[in-house]
């Protein structure tokens, strides 16, 4: 039996963990630079406000209806994702992280009160993390996400498991097909040719005939749609690529002021490789000016630089950015945008060693890092950073609203009185 187990409103949830007078309030997420809606509450749902709302047209009718908007705090979310996430594992074992917000798991189907741990479980998450979670429960991970939707709707218990055929017929009945789990709006138009608008339509379409025309993904979910598990879970698997990217509030032409900026990204992106059990081996970084000042369109450049070898050392890697940073950068340019990408990752673990080498990741690189992360993760983010960070301006990104990182700075600690 499959579980899946989906936050509700999560970034706003995470906001109300230690603001209780955003409850019952409209609240929204703002995407970077305080741009669109990212992230609503049900108050901010009813509204109407939509998903990816531009900021200055909802502003006024948010404030009017007694609202709060914030700027995102990826910092604290992610926090809370991982405490989320290891309440889960312990409860289920092994999981699969689907997004931030998301996992799936997979538990014996006979054995288990699936309802009553999933109520436990969500409870559990909500005392010790305060985050409302909606679970559902059924025999493929595609039934899983229709059962996750119905959770949602539901006022209290938020748990759906979704069993029964007569049931789970009567269900897809009602339910259009472009919501099904890897559909969308690009397959929609398509089916809709055929004479499919629901789910339930979909599941009894043939399969020959599904395959011919949309080739074995869709014949898989035609297959889950049908109780019949084709999708398992996946294991965590070492990422391909990491980048780290931002636009800018205003936009910037000095060298340093990019340099340490991008240095900062880099930092951001070791300490994710590192903490995949990873090394890479390139880097690329990258610039971007004002797509809507260029009348050709955005512009800027980008450079790749190896570094000869898998590495996990944040100096060796600012070091190769500044040089790639060097032979892109234009005095004559002013830069809306800017990034890094880590390329040739392999796991850590499967490293092969070379016949002439002791080591394919120095000894003493690995302790320093190692050292260097239990610090900041100990007394806070940026406790200790490379000197190449510290001329970065103390506000590029525009974050109005932000909140603090209430979960990893000792600075942002909620006092209780």
């Known amino acids: ?41 049900y108050e901010a749902k009813a509204l ?11 502003e006024k009718m948010l404030r009017g209806a007694g609202g709060v908007a914030l700027s995102s705090n990826f910092e604290l979310y992610s ?29 014996p189907d006979t054995g288990i009160d699936h309802f009553q741990l999933a109520v436990c479980i969500r409870h559990q998450i909500l005392k010790e993390v305060g985050i409302p979670v909606s679970i559902g429960i059924a025999p493929t991970k595609t039934l899983c996400k229709v059962a996750s ?15 029964d055929p007569q049931r789970i017929r009567q269900t897809l009945k009602n339910f259009e097909v472009e919501n099904i789990w890897g559909i969308g709006r690009r397959l929609t138009p398509k089916l809709n040719f055929l004479g499919i608008f629901t789910a339930l339509e979909l599941q009894n379409s043939p399969l020959k005939m599904i395959r011919r025309n949309f080739g074995i993904p869709l014949e898989k979910t035609v297959m889950e749609l049908n109780g019949r598990p084709c999708l398992d879970i996946e294991r965590e698997e070492t990422a391909q690529s990491i980048t780290v990217s931002r636009s800018f509030e205003h936009e910037i032409s000095n060298f340093e002021q990019l340099e340490a900026i991008i240095a900062g990204f880099t ?60 032979q892109i950068f234009s005095p004559q340019e002013t830069y809306k945008s800017a990034g890094i990408t ?20 120095p000894p003493e690189e690995q302790k320093l890092m190692q050292t260097l992360d239990k610090l900041n993760a100990k007394l806070g983010a940026r406790t200790v950073f490379f000197a190449a960070q510290a001329l970065a301006p103390q506000k590029f990104v525009r974050s109005n609203f932000h909140s603090p990182a209430y979960t990893t700075s000792w600075q942002s600690l909620v006092n209780v009185h």
């Open 1 to 41: 039996m499959f579980f899946l187990f989906d936050c509700d409103n999560f970034f706003v949830s995470c906001e109300r963990i230690f603001r209780p007078d955003l409850k019952k309030r409209p609240v929204v997420v703002l995407s970077s630079n305080d741009g669109c809606v990212v992230s609503r509450s």
């Open 48 to 58: 109407p406000i939509a998903m990816g709302a531009p900021y200055f047209k909802i």
């Open 79 to 107: 926090d809370i994702s991982r405490r989320v996430m290891s309440l889960i594992r312990q409860n289920c074992g092994a999981i699969q992280v689907y997004s931030v917000d998301e996992a799936f798991a997979r538990l």
């Open 149 to 163: 939707s119905l959770a949602k709707s539901k006022a209290f218990d938020k748990v759906e498991i979704l069993t």
């Open 267 to 326: 930092d951001t992106a070791c300490r994710r490789l590192r903490a995949q059990n990873a090394a890479a081996g390139e880097i690329a970084v990258f610039l971007k000016t004002n797509r809507f000042r260029n009348q050709n369109g955005s512009s800027g450049g980008s450079y790749l630089v190896s570094l000869g070898g898998p590495c996990v050392h944040t100096g060796r890697f600012i070091a190769a950015m500044k040089y790639g940073l060097k």
């Open 342 to 361: 880590l390329l040739a990752i392999e796991s850590a673990d499967a490293l092969q060693t070379s016949l002439f080498e002791k080591s394919a990741l």
